[in-house]
Every structure is written in structure tokens, then in C-alpha cells.
């Protein structure tokens, strides 16, 4: 199985500040990486998609980057709709597929 | 709109059995693969099972093979889980998702149902 790991486990940020969630693969998975943002009591929503495109609708301040078994989501500039926790996963291996442990991103 | 709304959680014994379902609506059902992913309480995401779009193919979650059975009705744009033998570990909220198309990753998630496994 493909392990992902996620850091910080939690991060505390002001609005207006850029945040950079980093997500480790335990081995290469190219491109095959998407991102999610929850908030409480809801379900996931997709917000990239092989590893840097953006799902429409979701606002050009969120990014991704990376490859290989190191990846980044960033938010250029915080704002008071994206405090929620973020999840990646990865799809380079389907049987399982596989999320990394979240990121909570906190009102600082 | 693409809608998946999830029923048939509850709160159930160990060793008994829940089945799940999952209505679509808003895109036309048979051409997309679907799946199950879990989330317990407090805790991230889990993915269960995948179906493809015909139900020729199925994946499970190594912890709930020979357990756990993923279906379709693609007449009733209709997703199932079977969930047999349960145990406490499977407690969690239970989402349906629509897998992307040509990648397997989810773009679109019902509202979760619960399952409690407790005696």
C-alpha cells in the first residue's frame, strides 16, 4: 500500500497569510495526487487534481505543486472560508486508494 | 446538479449487518465508476470500495474483503454497500462518491451516513 503523510497536523494561521501543507508518498506516484478541503460535519470537497489543476469553481488563490513523492498544496493568502481540514490522496495505485492524515488549518 | 444522497445508516450490533444505499441523480449514473469512503468519528478519511461503471470490476479495503460488498442498479442510478460482520471499527460516517471518470479520485461526495457498531 501507498502511505501518505501529511505535515503539520495542525496549523495556525491569520487571515491574509500564505500556508503551505506538505504531503510525503511512500513511493513515487508521479502525478496522481488530488487535494480535499472538509469542513466540519460535511463531506470533502475536490479542489486540485493531478497535482497542480485546479477544480472548477475553486478560487486561484489554492495551488498545488510537486512530484515524484513530495507535494504542496498552497494558499496565497488566507481568507475566513478556507479555515477546514485538507486532505491528500493519492490515485497512482487504485487497490488502495489512500488519503494522507489531514491538515486542520486554525483561526490563529 | 450531480446529487448523491446516502441512507440506511443506523446503529447496529456487532456480528449483525447494515446495507447502505446511494440515489444519483444529475448525471447519468452508468458511465461513471463509484465509491465508498469512510471517515470515523474525530478521524480522516478511509477509502472502502470502488465500483466501475458497469459493475464488471470491484475493489475493497483489505480490512473489509470477504465482509463488505459494493453494488449497483444502474436502472435506478442506485449505489449499494452490504455491510456484513461488522465491527466495531467500522463505525463511521459512510460517503458515496463519484470517481472523476478516467482517474480515481472522487469530484463529487454525498452527505455521509452514520454507522455505529455497538452492542
Known amino acids: 500500500d501507498i502511505q501518505m503523510t501529511q505535515s503539520p497536523s495542525t496549523l495556525s494561521a491569520s487571515v491574509g497569510d500564505r500556508v503551505t501543507i506538505s504531503c510525503r508518498a511512500s513511493?513515487?506516484?508521479?502525478?496522481?495526487l488530488a487535494w480535499y478541503q472538509q469542513k466540519p460535519g460535511k463531506a470533502p470537497k475536490l479542489l486540485i487534481y493531478?497535482?497542480?489543476t485546479l477544480e472548477s469553481g475553486v478560487p486561484s488563490r489554492f495551488s498545488g505543486s510537486g512530484s515524484g513523492t513530495e507535494f504542496t498544496l498552497t494558499i496565497s493568502s488566507l481568507q475566513p472560508d478556507d479555515f477546514a481540514t485538507y486532505y491528500c490522496?493519492?490515485?497512482?495505485?487504485?487497490?488502495?486508494?489512500?488519503f494522507g492524515g489531514g491538515t486542520k488549518v486554525e483561526i490563529k | 446538479q450531480v446529487q448523491l444522497v446516502e441512507s440506511g445508516g443506523g446503529v447496529v450490533q456487532p456480528g449483525r449487518s447494515l446495507r447502505l444505499s446511494c440515489a444519483a441523480s444529475?448525471?447519468?449514473?452508468?458511465?461513471?465508476?463509484m465509491h465508498w469512503v469512510r471517515q470515523a468519528p474525530g478521524k480522516g478519511l478511509e477509502w472502502v470500495a470502488l465500483?466501475?461503471?458497469?459493475?464488471?470490476?470491484?475493489y475493497y479495503l483489505d480490512s473489509v474483503k470477504g465482509r463488505f460488498t459494493i453494488s449497483r442498479d444502474n436502472s435506478n442510478n442506485t449505489l449499494f454497500l452490504q455491510m456484513n460482520s461488522l465491527r466495531d471499527e467500522d463505525t463511521a460516517v459512510y460517503y458515496c462518491?463519484?470517481?472523476?471518470?478516467?482517474?480515481?479520485?472522487?469530484?463529487?461526495w454525498g452527505q455521509g451516513t452514520l454507522v455505529t457498531v455497538s452492542s
Open positions: 444529475g448525471f447519468t449514473f452508468s458511465k461513471y465508476g
Open positions: 490522496q493519492q490515485y497512482n495505485s487504485y487497490s488502495p486508494l489512500t
Open positions: 493531478k497535482v497542480s
Open positions: 513511493q513515487r506516484i508521479t502525478s496522481w
Open positions: 465500483i466501475w461503471h458497469d459493475g464488471s470490476n470491484k
Open positions: 462518491a463519484r470517481d472523476e471518470g478516467t482517474d480515481y479520485y472522487f469530484d463529487y
